[in-house]
C-alpha cells in the first residue's frame, strides 16, 4: 500500500464509512425490483432470514480477516495462507466489473435529477419515457460519461472525505424522506382502497416461493452488503482493535436493510396500484418508471421538489458506493504494479467506460445482443452477484472452516468484547458452502434456461 494505513477515529466512523459503502444503488434500485419479481413479501421474509444468519456470519469473518492481517483483499489472503492468494484476486476482479454496469444506472439517477430539476415531473410520469431514454444512444452515453467522471474526479483528488462528510449528513435526511414517500405511498394506497400492492409486499405468501427466491435474494446480500469482494476485508483493516465488530456488523446490516425496505416500500406496493400485477416484473427500469408516477400525485410542485431532493440524495448514496468500488480497483493495481495513482485512475476510468459501454448500448442500439437470453447490464450483474459472489463466498467460509479455523475469527471479533453470537457463526461458517453451491447450481441451471419450474413451489 501507498498510502499509510490510517484507521478510522472510532466505532461511529467505522460504521458511517462501511455504511457508505453498502448504502447505495443496491439498496434503491436492485432490492425494490427483485423484490417485485421474486414473489414481494417472500422475498422480503427470505432476504431478512439470510441477512442476519449469513450475512451476518460472512460480514463478521470478513472484517475480521481484515482488521487480524491488517491488509486488503490478496495481501489478506496470502497472509492467511499462500495458496490463498488466488481467492483475494478473484474478489478483486468483481468491483472492477461491478464498476462499470454501476455507473450506467448512476447515470439514469443523474438524467432523473436534471428531469426533476427542469420541473418535469409529468413528462417523467409517462408511460414510455424510461425507455425512451435508456433507448436513446447519445443520452445513455452522456449520463453514463457524467457519473464516471464524476466518480474518477473524486477519486483523483482524492477528496473522498469530503464525499464521506457530505454524505453523513445526507444519509440521514436520505432514511427521513424515504419513510416521508412511503407513508404517501401507504396512506395514498390506504385511502383509495387498493391493499393489493401493499399485502403483496408485505406478506409473505409461500405460494409465490421459488428457488429463485432464494437465488436472487443471496445474490442481493452479497451486493447490498458489498461481500464476497474484499471491500469489507479492507475495512476491517482500517477498523481499530477496541472496536466492537459483532456491534459494527449488527449496525451496518440494520441500516442495510431498513434503507432496503423503505425502498421497497415507495415502490412495489406503487407498481401494483399504478400497472398492475404485470407491472412487477419490469426488471432494472422498476425505480425509474415508477418514482415519477409517485411523485406526479404528489401535484406538479411538490412532486418536482421531492423529486429532485430525492435523487440529489440517492446520487451521494450512489456516489459513495461507486467511490468505494474503484477506490478498490486503483488501489489493487495500483500495488500490484506500481504505477503513479493518477495514470492508475485514468486507466481505470478509461478501462470502466470501455467495460460499461456495452451495458449502456443494451436497451438501445444493441439491444439484439442478449448473452443467456439477458439484455448486457443483467448479464453483468447476473455474472458477478450470482456466479462470481457466491463462488467468492464459498472460498472464503471454506478458508475460514479449514485454513484458519473459525476460533481465529472468533478470537479476533473477542479482542473488542465477547462474540455474543458466536454459536451462530460457527453453524452458518459450515452451512454456508453447502448452501451457496446448491444456490449456484440453480443459478448456472436457470441462466441456461434450464428451469426447475414446479420445484420447490409450495
Ligand atoms: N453495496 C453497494 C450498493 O448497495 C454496491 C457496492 C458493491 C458498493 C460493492 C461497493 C462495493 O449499492
Known amino acids: ?13 467505522f460504521v458511517l464509512a462501511a455504511a457508505g459503502s453498502a448504502v447505495g444503488l443496491g439498496n434503491l434500485w436492485r432490492f425494490p425490483y427483485l423484490a417485485a419479481q ?14 442476519v444468519t449469513f450475512g451476518f456470519s460472512l460480514m463478521v469473518a470478513e472484517i475480521a480477516i481484515g482488521r487480524k492481517t491488517g491488509l486488503s483483499a490478496i495481501g489478506a489472503f496470502n497472509k492467511l495462507n499462500k495458496k490463498c492468494t488466488f481467492i483475494g484476486y478473484l474478489a478483486a476482479v468483481i468491483p472492477a466489473l461491478i464498476l462499470p454496469y454501476y455507473s450506467v444506472i448512476g447515470g439514469w439517477v443523474i438524467k432523473y435529477l436534471t428531469v426533476f430539476l427542469s420541473v418535469n415531473v409529468a413528462e417523467a410520469s409517462r408511460e414510455g419515457y424510461f425507455d425512451n431514454f435508456i433507448g436513446n444512444t447519445g443520452q445513455s452515453l452522456l449520463f453514463f460519461a457524467i457519473f464516471i467522471s464524476l466518480t ?17 449528513v445526507m444519509m440521514p435526511v436520505l432514511v427521513v424522506l424515504s419513510i416521508g414517500i412511503a407513508a404517501f405511498v401507504c396512506i395514498s394506497n390506504g385511502i383509495q382502497g387498493k391493499w393489493e400492492g401493499l399485502s403483496y409486499y408485505l406478506k409473505p ?30 475495512y476491517g483493516s482500517y477498523m481499530k482493535k477496541e472496536v466492537s465488530l459483532e456491534s459494527s456488523a449488527h449496525q451496518i446490516e440494520f441500516f442495510d436493510m431498513g434503507i432496503a425496505f423503505l425502498a421497497g416500500l415507495m415502490i412495489v ?6 400497472s398492475g400485477i404485470e407491472g412487477l416484473n419490469k426488471g432494472p427500469g422498476l ?12 401535484g ?7 423529486g429532485a431532493v430525492f435523487f440529489v440524495l440517492v ?12 477506490e478498490t480497483v486503483v488501489s489493487i493495481i495500483q500495488d500490484k504494479f506500481h504505477i503513479e495513482r493518477k495514470i492508475t485512475c485514468l486507466i481505470v476510468l478509461g478501462g470502466a467506460f470501455a467495460i460499461g459501454l456495452p451495458s449502456a448500448l443494451g436497451f438501445g442500439v444493441w439491444s439484439e445482443v442478449a448473452p443467456l437470453g439477458m439484455d448486457i447490464l443483467t448479464f453483468f450483474d447476473f455474472l458477478t452477484n450470482s456466479v462470481l459472489m457466491p463462488i467468492v463466498a464459498i472460498l472464503t467460509c471454506l478458508t475460514v472452516c479449514y485454513v484458519i479455523k473459525p476460533k481465529t475469527v472468533i478470537e479476533e471479533v473477542s479482542v473488542s468484547g465477547r462474540f455474543k453470537l458466536a454459536w451462530l457463526f460457527k453453524v452458518m461458517i459450515y452451512i454456508a458452502p453447502v448452501l451457496l453451491l446448491i444456490i449456484l447450481v440453480f443459478a448456472i441451471f436457470e441462466a441456461f434456461g434450464i428451469t426447475f419450474g414446479g420445484l420447490l413451489k409450495f
Do not use: C, W
Request: hydrophobic share 50%; net charge neutral; no cysteine.
Open 1 to 13: 500500500m501507498k498510502k499509510e494505513r490510517s484507521s478510522f477515529t472510532g466505532k461511529l466512523g
Open 152 to 168: 474518477a474526479i473524486v477519486v483523483l483528488f482524492g477528496v473522498e472525505k469530503g464525499v464521506e462528510n457530505v454524505s453523513k
Open 38 to 51: 421474486h414473489g414481494g413479501g417472500i422475498f422480503l421474509l427470505v432476504y431478512l432470514i439470510l441477512s
Open 315 to 326: 446520487l451521494f448514496a450512489a456516489l459513495t458506493s461507486s467511490i468505494s468500488l474503484m
Open 287 to 298: 425505480m425509474f418508471d415508477t418514482l415519477p408516477k409517485v411523485f406526479n400525485d404528489m
Open 300 to 306: 406538479a410542485v411538490t412532486g418536482n421538489i421531492v
Open 269 to 274: 406496493p406503487s407498481v401494483v396500484s399504478y
Open 205 to 234: 405468501d409461500f405460494s409465490h416461493f421459488s428457488i429463485m427466491t432464494v437465488v436472487s435474494a443471496m445474490g442481493q446480500l452479497f451486493y447490498s452488503m458489498s461481500l464476497a469482494m474484499g471491500i469489507m476485508i479492507t
